[in-house]
């Protein structure tokens, strides 16, 4: 009779995880990345919301020093000449709402006719053949490594024989048809389109207008858009060129206003409080916009570069 032999169950223990390291100092870097990132925005708020006279007291506090929403009553216009002096800030006040809408139509025109004509341009680089093309390409291309400074006493001297200075179609012409940049961009895209989809609307009887307005503009609405926002936020931004040519209330936009109204110094000193409301609205836009547009922005880019 066969012995029977029992064998007790040895208990494995599980092996030990060890500590992720380095993923504890990656994020721990990307959150130092992200504070020191957030901080001006925070002292920008932190300001706004401040009395003129409590920063001038306790400039190093990092919370409000006599929190008050009077700084954003004048970036806005609410305040009266009387009560912005006696708050410190300067009676001059800032018509808000006009520059605002100034920067609007200024950013909205470069921006749609930007993207149109650079998509066009784009399409006709990558997709119709005809003699010189990668040449012609490549010297437009060329114009991405020019200081855009280099162009500006050309481009006011262009304005000023159209007549266009201190208008607002004069502050968008410049930027408004192409960039380099802008076509590249949308060329790498248009390059990946499946050739097989545009033979196919050929055989149908389509042609090459209907087919860029009704195949490719379609198929291509993410980097459009991606295109869209980065344009815009260009344009929102910029600075100098608008101070170059608009010299009234009626052409002039929401970046140049603010550094007049910084240069509205009163006795007391420069109104901060004010100036970081006024700053910290007009930004909240482009925060707004990019933050919805984020995610799409990046896998755009990394798309558009990779193919």
Same mark, same amino acid.
């Given at each position: 009779?066969?012995?029977?032999?029992?064998?007790?169950?040895?208990?494995?223990?599980?092996?030990?995880?060890?500590?992720?390291?380095?993923?504890?100092?990656?994020?721990?870097?990307?959150?130092?990345?992200?504070?020191?990132?957030?901080?001006?925005?925070?002292?920008?708020?932190?300001?706004?919301?401040?009395?003129?006279?409590?920063?001038?007291?306790?400039?190093?506090?990092?919370?409000?020093?006599?929190?008050?929403?009077?700084?954003?009553?004048?970036?806005?216009?609410?305040?009266?000449?009387?009560?912005?002096?006696?708050?410190?800030?300067?009676?001059?006040?800032?018509? %808000? &709402?006009?520059?605002?809408?100034?920067?609007?139509?200024? #950013?909205?025109?470069? !921006? $749609?006719?930007?993207?149109? @004509?650079? /998509?066009?341009?784009?399409?006709?680089?990558?997709?119709?053949?005809?003699?010189?093309?990668?040449?012609?390409?490549?010297?437009?291309?060329?114009?991405?490594?020019?200081?855009?400074?280099?162009?500006?006493?050309?481009?006011?001297?262009?304005?000023?024989?159209?007549?266009?200075?201190?208008?607002?179609?004069?502050?968008?012409?410049?930027?408004?048809?192409?960039?380099?940049?802008?076509?590249?961009?949308?060329?790498?895209?248009?390059?990946?389109?499946?050739?097989?989809?545009?033979?196919?609307?050929?055989?149908?009887?389509?042609?090459?207008?209907?087919?860029?307005?009704?195949?490719?503009?379609?198929?291509?609405?993410?980097?459009?858009?991606?295109?869209?926002?980065?344009?815009?936020?260009?344009?929102?931004?910029?600075? %100098? &060129?608008?101070?170059?040519?608009?010299?009234?209330?009626? #052409?002039?936009?929401? !970046? $140049?206003?603010?550094?007049? @109204?910084? /240069?509205?110094?009163?006795?007391?000193?420069?109104?901060?409080?004010?100036?970081?409301?006024?700053?910290?609205?007009?930004?909240?836009?482009?925060?707004?916009?990019?933050?919805?547009?984020?995610?799409?922005?990046?896998?755009?880019?990394?798309?558009?570069?990779?193919?």
């Amino acid at each position: 009779m066969a012995a029977v032999t029992t064998t007790t169950p040895t208990h494995v223990r599980p092996a030990r995880r060890r500590f992720p390291f380095g993923r504890a100092v990656a994020w721990t870097v990307m959150g130092l990345i992200v504070l020191i990132t957030l901080l001006p925005f925070y002292w920008i708020l932190r300001t706004a919301l401040s009395t003129n006279a409590g920063l001038n007291a306790d400039p190093t506090n990092p919370l409000p020093v006599g929190l008050t929403t009077s700084g954003f009553e004048r970036a806005l216009g609410l305040q009266s000449a009387e009560e912005a002096i006696a708050q410190g800030g300067a009676g001059g006040g800032l018509d %808000f &709402w006009r520059y605002l809408l100034n920067s609007v139509l200024v #950013s909205t025109l470069i !921006t $749609v006719c930007q993207i149109f @004509f650079s /998509a066009m341009a784009a399409y006709a680089f990558s997709r119709l053949r005809w003699r010189g093309r990668d040449k012609v390409f490549g010297l437009f291309l060329a114009g991405m490594m020019v200081p855009a400074i280099f162009t500006l006493l050309p481009n006011f001297v262009l304005i000023k024989q159209l007549h266009l200075v201190d208008t607002l179609l004069g502050i968008a012409l410049p930027t408004m048809f192409m960039t380099p940049f802008a076509v590249f961009f949308l060329r790498q895209f248009f390059m990946n389109i499946p050739k097989e989809v545009e033979e196919a609307a050929l055989l149908d009887g389509a042609g090459k207008v209907k087919i860029f307005f009704r195949v490719v503009l379609p198929m291509a609405s993410t980097p459009i858009v991606t295109l869209g926002v980065l344009t815009y936020i260009t344009s929102w931004n910029d600075y %100098f &060129w608008p101070l170059m040519v608009s010299y009234s209330d009626s #052409s002039r936009v929401l !970046t $140049v206003a603010l550094a007049i @109204f910084r /240069a509205q110094t009163p006795a007391t000193g420069v109104d901060w409080s004010g100036l970081m409301a006024a700053t910290l609205i007009a930004a909240l836009p482009m925060l707004v916009l990019f933050a919805c547009f984020a995610r799409r922005i990046v896998s755009s880019i990394g798309f558009t570069g990779i193919k």
